[in-house]
């Protein structure tokens, strides 16, 4: 109930946050809902109607080949949100408990696990991800394993670092006492203490991974064409850009930033929940 | 004179200490370099025997390159030639590795210096607003520009900045390349075009190379707004709190002088760290992995043939001419 009322104190205070939840509300709305609510076919092409312009029978245009940009938009939603949590969800699930075990195990498990991460940030981040897709194939299924790695670093450091920090704290030592297993104090005891600063990094980490999906396919890696996908879509419309035709490249790319924006918005206004002193 | 032999000693026993941390990693990189590149589905051997080579020109190739032998051999092989200084050939250009990075760094360098220089000179005064107005319009200013400026896609920046300022307004020149076609580039001293043009007294040239600079510039600058913002806006929020600041104001002096003299330079510290991690973000490597990391990366794409797009910070070098904006890779 406290934390109800913090929270609406904190959306008067900051009215981008609720903007943001809002813009995430319709990403989720659109992700579900996604091939009922487009107007047209994402597939379907027509080229006597290439290029037209937003008008009223197609809100934001039509690509090279005449297909309805807004329909498309809307159905790659799904893709770009799928590709993101899958990716997110492996890797806080993954990370965090390779984190939570070096952090309060301690010894070689935290030594290895450490240079591991540190073998993984020594790349810059996206070349990693491009290297993991050429080599593993080009599938849906190969850019989420990519991203998941490339964000695995930091739940694992954020774990061990919390988890560090309370091993010995009061509680734990009287969990200990009172005869639990090191499996059941960590998992019960220990980890729920972190999960408030892991929802921080996972709402900032949502729109860093569909930056991320994004940017592969832009690049040609990924999702492949005709599949409607922002990156792609944005990939289509830059050759466009140069001849006037910014329809083509604009509205994908707004989406992209809309996502990664409420996304990152959501995030700051979750660590201002959580701890005001954070705040930047 | 003796202790002072003493404490430099103990800092290379530091600095030692400090840089054999990084060996287990820096190993960890070239194992996940080499793994990552003999994973890679092309065939070198094929590559660059051409499309005509017969299968008896590919295997020689092939046991040339190396490439027939046991993987662990392949490595060793790979850990010895990184020893000597050696990185291979590159297969979109056929030049060795090393010289493509020598020649392409320049650019790089020149483009991310111009667009760090923007970022800072946009995002300190920001930074420093936003702290002495806190919860002001400014403040929200500063929080929505530093957010929107990260959630932007860099490929996407760049096409928006050519839409507007090239096809639209027409102020800047065809997003083509480092100079325009007609122009020739200034003799080779630094490698940075700006600096060669005024070393050389051609300031047209000057306009020029910074004319094709800007798009690109501001496109990274846009990128690293957000990091040196909030960290200004953090750190002056931090200092202008402490008790020296306190004491500065009870003491009477006036605004600017504990603004900018007292404040500003101790709340600069944070800043500079995250400058130099901006800077190795946007040359597009971690700050961590410094040149080895680079260059292994460099290996990395090279078998993959996607050479060029590593140091496609600049349109010109993109081979892949249907898309003509510079796509600096999104940094973490």
Known sequence: METLAHLRYLLAENPLTLAAAVLALLLLVGAILGPSLAPYDPLATNTSRALEPPSWGHWFGTDQVGRDIFSRLIVATRLDMVISVAAVSLSFALGSCLGACAGYFGGWLDRLGSRLMDTIMAFPLFVLAMGIVAALGNTVQNIVYATAIINLPFYARLARAEINLRREAGFVEAARLSGNSDARILAVHLFPTVLPTMMVQISLNLGWSILNAASLSFIGLGVRPPTPEWGIMVADGASYIISGEWWVALFPGAALMAAVFCFNLLGDGLRDLIDPRQRT | ?332
């Open chain 2, 1 to 332: 004179m003796m202790k002072n032999a003493n404490r430099s000693s103990a800092m290379l026993h530091l600095v030692a200490r400090r840089a054999a941390t990084a060996l287990p990693s820096l190993l960890g990189v070239i194992i996940v370099a080499f793994a990552l590149t003999r994973a890679l589905p092309s065939d070198p051997a094929a590559y660059f025997a051409g499309p005509a080579a017969s299968q008896q020109a590919i295997e020689e190739i092939r046991s040339r390159l190396g490439l027939d032998r046991s993987l662990p051999m392949q490595f060793f092989a790979f850990l010895g030639e990184l020893g000597q200084g050696s990185f291979g050939q590159s297969l979109t250009t056929g030049q060795p590795v090393l010289e493509d990075l020598v020649r392409r760094l320049p650019a790089s360098l020149e483009l991310t210096l111009f667009g760090l220089l923007l970022s800072v000179a946009i995002a300190l005064p920001l930074g420093v607003l936003a702290a002495t107005h806190p919860n002001s319009a400014i403040d929200h200013a500063c929080r929505v520009i530093s957010t929107a400026g990260v959630s932007l896609p860099v490929f996407f920046t760049g096409l928006l900045l050519v839409y507007v300022f090239y096809y639209l307004l027409g102020w800047a020149p065809a997003p083509l390349g480092r100079l325009d076609s007609f122009s020739t580039p200034p003799p080779h001293l630094t490698g940075f075009f700006t600096i060669d043009s005024v070393v050389r007294g051609d300031y047209q040239l000057l306009a020029t190379t910074l004319a094709h600079l800007a798009l690109p510039a501001m496109t990274l600058g846009i990128f690293a707004l957000a990091p040196l913002a909030r960290m200004t806006r953090a750190s002056m929020l931090g200092v202008l709190s402490s008790d020296f600041i306190r004491t500065a104001r009870a003491s009477g002096l006036s605004r600017r002088t504990i603004l900018l003299v007292y404040a500003f330079h101790n709340a600069m510290l944070p800043v500079l760290t995250t400058m130099g991690m901006v800077f190795s973000f946007l040359l597009g490597a971690n700050r961590r992995g410094g040149a080895g990391v680079l260059l292994a990366g460099d290996r990395l794409l090279r078998v993959g043939g996607l050479n060029s797009l590593r140091l496609c910070t600049r349109p010109g070098f993109c081979p892949d001419a249907r898309r003509p904006v510079c796509h600096a890779q999104p940094v973490y």
